[in-house]
């Protein structure tokens, strides 16, 4: 049985001359005497006193004063987010007001946080053998990292720039093909920075 050799972090100067191995530089201790730092738990005089405390966080306060603000007044305030934010999705429909998906499962597999999913049935339309019984996408689990859409060989799927969800149950940020469809709707006369 092999054994391998020794700590691979060694106390200084000891293990590697225990196996008869040349000391390198880095393993020589230090000349001097080794001053060990201890924390003290107990507060200095100048820490137990109170005002100096006050002051620090009264100027801190103050400082922030004419600092640009930060927070956003939501809802009155819609943050602008960056053309290429990712929000809710939407599933396309084509010129026809059909759904584009074709039931072919590549963005339920190349999704990474597993949160869609697909019944695939046969399609009422002549153009294509299946479509999307069901589609459903799980909001909370989905990580808006648009693998979905790069996956989809129909532009059947998009994520828009959509970033209010706002659910008070689980089962509410479920969002079946029906929302999604709606999300088209609601979002098709937007002009996309970058994707459509
Ligand atoms: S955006 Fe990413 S995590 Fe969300 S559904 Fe699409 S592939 Fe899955
Ligand atoms: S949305 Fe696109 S990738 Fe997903 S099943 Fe439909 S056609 Fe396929």
Request: glycine share 6%; with cysteine; hydrophobic share 35%.
């Amino acid at each position: 049985m092999t054994h391998l050799p020794g700590p691979i972090f060694n106390a200084p100067g000891r293990a590697t001359a225990d196996r008869g191995l040349p000391t390198p530089a880095y393993d020589t201790p230090r000349p001097g005497p080794q001053k060990e730092k201890r924390l003290s738990a107990r507060p200095t005089f100048f820490q137990r006193l109170i005002v100096p405390g006050l002051l620090r966080t009264w100027w801190s306060g103050v400082r922030h004063i004419w600092q640009k603000k930060l927070t956003v007044q939501w809802p009155e305030q819609v943050r602008e987010v960056s053309d290429n934010y990712r929000g809710v999705h939407r599933l396309n429909k084509d010129d026809r007001g059909r759904m584009k998906c074709v039931a072919c499962f590549l963005c339920q597999t190349a999704c990474p946080a597993n949160c869609i999913r697909i019944e695939a049935g046969p399609s009422p339309w002549p153009d294509r053998p299946k479509y999307a019984v069901r589609f459903t996408i799980d909001e909370l689990r989905c990580v808006f990292c648009g693998m979905c859409e790069e996956a989809c060989p129909e532009d059947a799927i998009e994520l828009t720039r959509i970033y209010s969800l706002v659910g008070t149950r689980r089962d509410e940020m479920l969002f079946d093909k029906e929302q999604l469809l709606t999300m088209y709707d609601l979002t098709r006369d937007e002009k996309h920075p970058l994707r459509w």
